[in-house]
């Protein structure tokens, strides 16, 4: 299984993103039955969660992304997504995405966004 994430770069305050993150390697059912996760890990910080998907649809949101920010999914390109409006520079993070099966993880490569103006 690969996960490959794209959609990064450089953003101004304010402004939106959308990154996307596509598995490769992984039969229908067992995406549509996984839980998804973006995480992020800004510079000299620990990685934390964003954002979570479950596999009946509940999302959670980190309280600082509350309001600005939906995962959603894509079944049928097994693909899982992340809008990322009214951007702070606070964003700025390399971001990952996460599928959990239940009883092992993968992870994307991570992608880097940058809010600057």
């Known amino acids: 299984v690969q996960l490959q994430a794209s959609g990064g770069g450089l953003v101004q305050p304010g402004g939106s993103l959308r990154l996307s993150c596509a598995a490769s390697g992984m039969i229908w059912s067992v995406f549509v039955g996984s839980q998804m996760r973006w995480h992020r890990q800004a510079s000299g910080k620990q990685r934390e969660l964003v954002a979570e998907?479950?596999?009946?649809?509940?999302?959670n949101y980190q309280d600082s992304v509350k309001g600005r920010f939906t995962i959603s999914k894509d079944n049928a390109k097994k693909t899982v997504y992340l809008q990322m409006n009214s951007m702070e520079p606070e964003d700025t993070a390399v971001y990952y995405c996460?599928?959990?099966?239940?009883?092992?993880?993968?992870w994307g490569q991570g992608t880097q966004v940058t809010v600057s103006s």
């Open positions: 998907l479950t596999s009946s649809g509940t999302t």
């Open positions: 996460n599928l959990d099966e239940g009883y092992r993880e993968h």
